[in-house]
């Protein structure tokens, strides 16, 4: 072996006689080059091949080595790693296995939106907050990263006539300052419900059951007045607290409520905006955040261990 690597330093090393020859390849004329480097290359392989053929013949690997440790079939077969559903995933699974068994189909669409989905069938005003560039990711002037999933809801309804009950699930994208509890990128399921004579108590019943599914049977919901563009009247949901039940602790604020949703019923300028007669027809509609579910449900304190990819954060659920 000893004289074999001699002769590869000979030839094939950094002062070798073909590492030169490909060397010199740059001094020859331009009508040669290719012929000499062609030619220099296929001595190379020649070479390279020569010299682990006879390796090999002399009981090394390809390599050079000479001892390789031999395998024991006999010995148990170490642990493998068994890999799992991303803590999300898990919770996605669990609210669309709720919703479905309501009656709920899923309904999905673009990440990339048209401003006109995203805003403007929704009913948002022109001087919206969330409409100025500072707070929504704009890919061009009329074409974004959706904020909610919202505008899967008008797709939807533009495609299909009442009655229709659909969850939207997906990933959402705002312009956040990056904290504990924000995120420029998040997950939310909303449900759209839409038929003749749909009120704030079926609203109200399908909230509760699916809470209560979520969060045990003794959880309690409670409705706020609240504003938002899509939907009037519009309300907040607080569920009771998950820490004490809703005598008050340090989780809630000693209020002993959490808010967990937004909700309310379908605004008539968009049902107006897909085609349907609000004077016809009525609906509800809800959002809720995977994260936040998810973090309440496990006892997590930072929405950013969701995107780590930490193994050790991961691999507990």
């Known amino acids: 072996?000893?004289?074999?690597?001699?002769?590869?330093?000979?030839?094939?090393?950094?002062?070798?006689?073909?590492?030169?020859?490909?060397?010199?390849?740059?001094?020859?004329?331009?009508?040669?080059?290719?012929?000499?480097?062609?030619?220099?290359?296929?001595?190379?392989?020649?070479?390279?091949?020569?010299?682990?053929?006879?390796?090999?013949?002399?009981?090394?690997?390809?390599r050079g080595n000479f001892y390789v440790e031999p395998i024991d079939g006999t010995l148990p077969a170490s642990e493998g790693q068994v890999g799992r559903r991303h803590v999300l995933a898990q919770t996605f699974n669990e609210m669309r296995r709720v919703l479905g068994g309501m009656g709920?189909?899923?309904?999905?669409?673009?990440?990339?939106?048209?401003?006109?989905?995203?805003?403007?069938?929704?009913?948002?005003?022109?001087?919206?907050?969330?409409?100025?560039?500072?707070?929504?990711?704009?890919?061009?002037?009329?074409?974004?990263?959706?904020?909610?999933?919202?505008?899967v809801q008008v797709r939807y309804m533009e495609e299909?006539?009442?009655?229709?009950?659909?969850?939207?699930p997906g990933r959402v994208y705002r312009n956040e300052a990056i904290d504990q509890s924000h995120a420029a990128e998040f997950h939310q399921v909303e449900g759209l419900y839409v038929d003749t004579d749909v009120s704030m108590a079926d609203l109200r019943n399908d909230i509760a059951v699916f809470v209560q599914q979520l969060f045990g049977a003794k959880t309690q919901i409670r409705f706020k007045p609240h504003f938002f563009p899509f939907t009037e009247p519009s309300v907040d949901v607080d569920m009771t607290c998950f820490g004490c039940g809703g005598s008050g602790c340090n989780i809630c604020g000693q209020t002993g409520w959490i808010e967990i949703m937004g909700a309310g019923m379908v605004h008539p300028n968009v049902l107006r905006a897909v085609g349907y007669d609000p004077d016809k027809y009525s609906g509800f509609a809800f959002g809720i955040g995977v994260d936040r579910v998810a973090m309440i449900r496990h006892g997590i304190s930072d929405i950013r261990l969701f995107l780590g990819n930490d193994l050790r954060f991961l691999t507990q659920f």
């Open 104 to 151: 709920y189909s899923i309904a999905r669409g673009p990440e990339v939106e048209l401003e006109y989905y995203n805003f403007e069938s929704l009913n948002f005003p022109e001087e919206h907050p969330s409409r100025d560039l500072q707070d929504t990711f704009y890919v061009t002037d009329d074409v974004l990263l959706r904020t909610h999933t919202s505008p």
């Open 1 to 62: 072996m000893d004289e074999l690597e001699a002769v590869r330093i000979k030839y094939l090393g950094r002062k070798g006689l073909v590492t030169a020859m490909l060397r010199g390849i740059k001094d020859a004329s331009p009508e040669e080059r290719p012929i000499i480097g062609a030619q220099s290359n296929r001595l190379k392989e020649l070479c390279e091949g020569l010299m682990a053929e006879r390796r090999t013949e002399l009981g090394g690997d390809i």
């Open 160 to 168: 299909h006539q009442p009655p229709l009950k659909v969850l939207c």
